[in-house]
Structure formats: structure tokens, C-alpha cells
């Protein structure tokens, strides 16, 4: 009797954000909904991924042609974000996916994408969620855009960050060789994703591999951007 009353309970559903209770259907709670930000597209450089007046495609070169994160790293969109990543709420994989298809579509409507792909997670990340968080929204997006994900084209080459450089720099150089392929690609425009950027290094590192590989041209969407101050104490002017 007892495990046959265990077997009622249900958990209700609650709002990513605020834990609200909400309905089934529903990701956020009607005030998180109307409160959330999407990224102004009009405001940001494509280019680069940085708002327009802090953009550094001047001094930096990229790999991929194009990049757009469907939220900025804060508020609402972190809250439930993080709910989704560290919380282990997969179910809010489909929210997140339609959030990037739409920036897609605005900021990327003249390209036709033949393929998905993602930065790879870490192992260890992998196990302690029980699912690869970037992998599933990458999986839905391909979903919606009816193109194919390709799983596991990418891989992690281990080494030991640098300990000594700025913040900035040490970002830049800790990617730099990290990920490879052995295969190759068939497909004019590909779309790759990652969950957050900040310097984009690990997109634009990621990026050279793609192309390496023979993708014509990468571009690049994620869940959050994290726009950096206007002062990089340690990038360098021509730098990448
Ligand atoms: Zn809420
Ligand atoms: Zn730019």
C-alpha cells in the first residue's frame, strides 16, 4: 500500500527561473516570460558576437563567419539557464533549442544550413549531469531547422591550462589546440553550437577545426553570451 501511494506523487512543474509553480506545458512562469530578455540583434555584431559599440572584429580574426547568443548571460535567462545545466532539468533542453532556432532565423535567415554540430563536454561533466547539455540542445535545434546533427565530430585533447596569463589571454591560449577531427566534411554552411561565449575562443577554435575538416563556412549560436567589459587589459592588438 505504501510504495502504491509513493507511486502517486507527482512532482509539479516549476517555473526554470523562480520555481514558481506553473503550468505542464510551460517553461517559465508569466512574469518570467514577459521579463526575460532576448538578445537586441540589432545591437550586437554578428560578427564577433559583442554589442556594436564594444565590438573587436578590428583586432581580432575569426574563423567562423557569424555568431549570435539567443540571451545575455544574466537575469532570467541565467537563472533558468543554470537550472537547466546544473539543476539537471533536460525537459528544458526544447526551450532553450527554440530560443536559439529563433535567433537563427532573425540574425541568419538568408543561410541554409546543412549541418549541426557542438563543442564537446568534458567527460566528467557528462557523467555527474547524466546528459550532455550542449548535445541535446544542439540535437533539437538541428530538429527544428530539419537538418542533421552530426554527434561526436569533434573531440577534447587533454592538457594543463596556463596558470600565468591575464584572464583574456589565458582564455584565448587555453583552447588553442584543444579540440580535433579526423574526419571530414561534406557541407557548404554549418551551424555549431556551444551553451555560453564569452571570448568566443572556444567557438573560433572549435570553428578552425570545422573548417580544417572542409566546412565552407561556420557559423556560430549559443544559449548565453557574456558581453566583457570595453577594457581587455590582456588582449593584444592584433592578436587572436
Ligand atoms: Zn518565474
Ligand atoms: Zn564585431
Same mark, same amino acid.
Given at each position: 500500500?505504501?510504495?502504491?501511494?509513493?507511486l502517486?506523487?507527482?512532482?509539479?512543474?516549476?517555473?526554470?527561473?523562480?520555481?514558481?509553480?506553473?503550468?505542464?506545458?510551460?517553461?517559465?512562469?508569466?512574469?518570467?516570460?514577459?521579463?526575460?530578455?532576448?538578445?537586441?540583434?540589432?545591437k550586437?555584431?554578428?560578427?564577433?558576437?559583442?554589442?556594436?559599440?564594444?565590438?573587436?572584429c578590428?583586432?581580432r580574426?575569426?574563423?567562423?563567419a557569424?555568431?549570435?547568443?539567443?540571451?545575455?548571460?544574466?537575469?532570467?535567462a541565467?537563472?533558468?539557464y543554470?537550472?537547466?545545466k546544473?539543476?539537471?532539468?533536460?525537459?528544458?533542453?526544447?526551450?532553450?533549442? &527554440?530560443?536559439?532556432? *529563433?535567433?537563427?532565423?532573425e540574425? +541568419?535567415? $538568408? @543561410?541554409?544550413?546543412? %549541418?549541426?554540430?557542438?563543442?564537446?563536454?568534458?567527460?566528467?561533466?557528462?557523467?555527474?549531469?547524466?546528459?550532455?547539455?550542449?548535445?541535446?540542445?544542439?540535437?533539437?535545434?538541428?530538429?527544428?531547422?530539419?537538418v542533421?546533427?552530426?554527434?561526436?565530430?569533434?573531440?577534447?585533447?587533454?592538457?594543463?591550462?596556463l596558470?600565468?596569463?591575464s584572464?583574456?589571454?589565458?582564455?584565448?591560449?587555453?583552447?588553442?589546440?584543444?579540440?580535433?577531427?579526423? &574526419?571530414?566534411?561534406? *557541407?557548404s554552411?554549418?551551424?555549431? +553550437?556551444? $551553451? @555560453?561565449?564569452?571570448? %568566443?575562443?572556444?567557438?573560433?577554435e572549435?570553428?578552425?577545426?570545422?573548417?580544417?575538416?572542409?566546412?565552407?563556412?561556420?557559423?556560430?549560436?549559443?544559449?548565453?553570451?557574456?558581453y566583457?567589459?570595453?577594457?581587455?587589459?590582456?588582449e593584444?592588438?592584433?592578436?587572436?
Amino acid at each position: 500500500m505504501k510504495n502504491h501511494i509513493l507511486l502517486e506523487i507527482t512532482y509539479p512543474n516549476k517555473c526554470a527561473a523562480c520555481d514558481e509553480i506553473i503550468p505542464e506545458d510551460k517553461f517559465l512562469c508569466d512574469y518570467c516570460a514577459v521579463c526575460i530578455k532576448n538578445t537586441e540583434y540589432k545591437k550586437v555584431c554578428t560578427r564577433c558576437g559583442l554589442q556594436k559599440d564594444n565590438c573587436r572584429c578590428k583586432n581580432r580574426e575569426f574563423h567562423f563567419a557569424g555568431i549570435i547568443g539567443a540571451y545575455k548571460n544574466e537575469g532570467i535567462a541565467r537563472k533558468a539557464y543554470y537550472s537547466y545545466k546544473m539543476g539537471r532539468r533536460a525537459e528544458l533542453a526544447d526551450f532553450f533549442a &527554440k530560443s536559439c532556432a *529563433a535567433a537563427i532565423k532573425e540574425v +541568419f535567415a $538568408d @543561410i541554409k544550413f546543412d %549541418a549541426v554540430f557542438s563543442v564537446p563536454t568534458a567527460h566528467r561533466s557528462r557523467l555527474k549531469r547524466g546528459f550532455d547539455h550542449s548535445e541535446l540542445i544542439a540535437q533539437k535545434i538541428a530538429g527544428i531547422l530539419g537538418v542533421n546533427y552530426v554527434r561526436g565530430f569533434l573531440k577534447t585533447r587533454h592538457f594543463r591550462p596556463l596558470q600565468h596569463k591575464s584572464e583574456f589571454a589565458k582564455r584565448l591560449e587555453n583552447v588553442r589546440g584543444k579540440y580535433y577531427t579526423d &574526419k571530414k566534411i561534406g *557541407a557548404s554552411n554549418v551551424l555549431l +553550437f556551444d $551553451d @555560453i561565449f564569452t571570448t %568566443a575562443a572556444t567557438l573560433d577554435e572549435c570553428a578552425k577545426e570545422l573548417m580544417f575538416a572542409g566546412a565552407g563556412n561556420v557559423y556560430c549560436v549559443s544559449v548565453l553570451s557574456t558581453y566583457l567589459k570595453k577594457k581587455h587589459s590582456g588582449e593584444k592588438k592584433n592578436g587572436n
